[in-house]
């Protein structure tokens, strides 16, 4: 038994060890129980309006030891939800989300951040309505872990969009311009 947990660990250890800093580039696709984005946007200057979309679908290229990656995600514009369903159908409308003309939003980035071996922030471009702006996304915390001899990647990454420049202008100026972003994701390593 004893020999049993001394194996597991040394496994679990050398996994480990292997996250650190892979020698190729590492392909993830997102776990859809862990990739979600959420916002949060200032309504009438009193209270903040929150609600997420997801999960969110993509996959994440990264090779730590070059300092570079590739990020693809999509992401649903229907999957609105703020916890009230007569506020998410509003979401949806055509002067708003346009989720019927516009069933997607992607975000795609090439231009990758490390501080030493921490990924600090990903840079790209936030397609919304059919209008592309560049997008940068800090990280908040990014980590990678063995998960039953699966390395697992994942992290929290904020960022702020100004709806405005995506031709949503509807309740300017009650409800803010500014629209913070949180994105959480999750990937399992191909």
């Known amino acids: 038994m004893r020999q049993h947990r001394a194996m597991k660990l040394t496994a679990l250890l050398l996994a480990l060890a292997a996250t650190g800093a892979p020698a190729q580039p590492a392909t993830y696709v997102l ?14 200057g009193t209270s903040t309006s929150r609600g997420r979309f997801g999960p969110v679908a993509g996959e994440v290229t990264l090779d730590r030891a070059a300092g570079r990656g590739e990020v693809s995600l999509r992401i649903a514009t229907a999957s609105v939800n703020t916890g009230l369903p007569v506020f998410d159908a509003r979401l949806r409308q055509a002067d708003l989300l346009a989720s019927t003309e516009f069933p997607e939003a992607y975000f795609v980035a090439s231009q990758f951040r ?5 990924l600090a922030e990903v840079r790209g471009e936030f397609t919304l309505r059919g209008v592309s702006q560049p997008l940068s996304l800090r990280a908040r915390q990014f980590a990678c872990r063995a998960d039953e001899g699966t390395e697992v990647c994942g992290g929290d990454f904020e960022g702020e969009i100004l709806r405005s420049e995506f031709g949503i202008t509807f309740g300017l100026p009650l409800v803010a311009d500014r629209v913070r972003l949180v994105v959480q994701v999750e990937g399992r390593r191909l």
């Open 114 to 118: 490390f501080d030493g071996p921490r």
């Open 31 to 44: 776990d859809p129980a862990h990739s979600f984005v959420h916002f949060e946007v200032l309504h009438f």
